[in-house]
């Protein structure tokens, strides 16, 4: 089954370069590179701050575009991996490594099937 890991940060405590900060990567890496060993992982990036996002909407059949997120939210979406795994424990396991989970947070999500999706 495959699963979204979202990783979100804080922007009250932002990058800062430090030594824990690069340990904080390294270890994020170590991970990814363990899950494309095992073949579970599907894709994996990290997202730049929200201040570069643009939101885009359609009104009147024309796009509309707006710098930022608007979202009445602390923290943002910082990056995720995609795997696809054996079960919902193992999804778990993997979300709970993410060195991000013991500052701020991730969220698993299992991915919708495409034939579940289209009629």
């Not at 999804?91 to 991730?106: D, G, K, Q, S, Y």
Request: proline content about 6%.
């Amino acid at each position: 089954m495959k699963y979204m890991i979202l990783i979100y940060s804080n922007p009250e405590t932002p990058w800062t370069g430090s030594e824990s900060d690069k340990q904080t990567l390294r270890d994020l890496f170590v991970l990814r590179d363990e899950l494309v060993e095992s073949g579970e992982l599907l894709g994996s990036e990290g997202l730049l701050e929200p201040d570069s996002a643009k939101t885009v909407r359609i009104r009147e059949g024309l796009p509309v575009v707006t710098d930022g997120p608007f979202v009445e939210s602390k923290e943002h979406l910082a990056g995720y991996f995609l795997v696809d795994c054996v079960s919902e424990e193992r999804a778990v396991e993997i979300a709970a490594r993410n060195p991000i989970a013991a500052t701020w947070a991730v969220e698993l999500r299992p991915v919708a099937e495409e034939r579940v999706m289209r009629f």
